[in-house]
């Protein structure tokens, strides 16, 4: 049997391995180099100062091409032949048969309708000026002087 698990397992093991090589006196020792080395002193460097371009560039003489020749084409009509016109024939009206004389229906006879029996009016709506209007349910007021219960019990504490 193969094992196919092996080089996800690599990793991990790596990352553990280093962290637990690594303890605090490293990040301890870097942190003490850092504050209390001195640094070297880097000397600036001067400007480079790049020469002046010409302000007037020198004058190029305007290139001339010449001209060019029109294309003369020779005309079409000598060379193309004029079509006729084409004629279409004419189709001959088809001929149709004609209709056969259908008799007349007479109206079928059927039996009167039922008298649909008619709905009772509903009553008439009141108008919403005579509806009564509604009152809002009152708070009822609370006392001013709310009296407090005392503090001592109004039964004997004491034990017989």
Known sequence: MGHHHEPSILLPL???ITLSLMNGKEVVASRRLLETAVLPVIPELPKVELPSLPTVLPTLPKLELPPLPKAELP?????LPTLQQPELP??????LSAVPHVPAMEKPDLPPLPEVPKIPELPAMPHLSELPKPTLPTIPTLPK?????SLSPPFSTTSP
């Open 14 to 16: 790596l990352l553990m």
């Open 75 to 79: 005309p079409l009509t000598d060379h």
């Open 90 to 95: 004419t189709l001959p009206k088809p001929e």
């Open 145 to 149: 002087k709310i009296p407090f219960p």
